[in-house]
């Protein structure tokens, strides 16, 4: 249920160095509708310390319930500035043992550069061990905030799924979103991805399907302290299939 890009808007959203150093806790709940099988659900809780030199590191566990199976992992991730000006490198690890619904464990690395300040560029690689496939991601982003009240994002995602049963697969996904924010206390945003991906279909044989996901959420600042962000997504993929998943998250800064 984590994207990965927890690090999203370093330098466009972190405090001023100068600033004290702080924690966040954040709690998450989603649940999904799926036209093709059984509901899945999961729910995770992060802890987060960013202190006065913009470096930060967060750990995280997480339960999901998926084709009537479970699965229980954690992570823990840092992102540091380096040497380079208005730059940083963030890397987090995860995992979730015994299981065979979601990657048994993740390697996610990427640096980020934001050279005016209001431009921020990501390249990102990741590698999702799976328990019959393993899956090599690289994925550039651009984060553009041409307002103070107007941010939006593009990305691209090439991966490779490296079956386990021999076969090897290329895909190609795209993916914007926009966030703007018309009062203090909520920030609405939309986003559109339109992805590919692809599966075994047994004998060696492999199998893809295209999607389309609509996204919509508010990031609610309710006070420098709480902030709420419910979110909903909509995904339609080529091979009729539905999913709808509503979702939730609290976090508490101090």
């Given at each position: 249920?984590?994207?990965?890009?927890?690090?999203?808007?370093?330098?466009?959203?972190?405090?001023?160095?100068?600033?004290?150093?702080?924690?966040?806790?954040s709690m998450e709940g989603f649940y999904g509708d799926m036209s093709f099988a059984s509901d899945q659900n999961a729910s995770a809780v992060e802890l987060r310390r960013t202190d006065d030199a913009r470096r930060s590191v967060f750990g995280r566990v997480e339960r999901t319930r998926k084709f009537d199976q479970s699965a229980t992992g954690g992570g823990m991730g840092v992102a540091f500035p380096i040497a380079l000006p208005r730059s940083a490198v963030a890397f987090s690890v995860s995992g979730a043992p015994n299981q065979d619904i979601v990657p048994l464990s993740i390697v996610d690395t990427s640096f980020i550069h934001d050279p005016a300040g209001w431009l921020e560029t990501v390249m990102r690689y990741r590698f999702a061990h799976y328990a019959i496939s393993n899956?090599?991601?690289?994925s550039p982003t651009i984060i553009w905030m041409p307002r103070p009240w107007l941010q939006g994002s593009a990305a691209y995602y090439w991966t490779l799924t490296d079956f386990l049963g021999g076969a090897t697969v290329p895909n190609h996904s795209v993916s914007t979103r926009w966030l703007v924010r018309p009062v203090r206390w909520a920030h609405p945003w939309a986003a559109y991805t339109r992805s590919e991906e692809s599966f075994e279909a047994g004998a060696g044989a492999t199998r893809?399907?295209?999607?389309?996901?609509?996204?919509?959420?508010?990031?609610?600042?309710?006070?420098?302290?709480?902030?709420?962000?419910?979110?909903?997504?909509y995904e339609r993929r080529s091979n009729k299939q539905i999913l709808r998943t509503g979702a939730m998250s609290v976090t508490l800064r101090w």
């Open positions: 249920m984590k994207s990965g890009l927890w690090w999203m808007g370093l330098f466009l959203w972190m405090p001023a160095a100068s600033q004290a150093a702080s924690w966040a806790l899956i090599h991601l690289i893809e399907f295209s999607a389309h996901h609509y996204l919509a959420g508010v990031q609610m600042p309710l006070s420098p302290r709480w902030e709420l962000h419910p979110s909903f997504e």
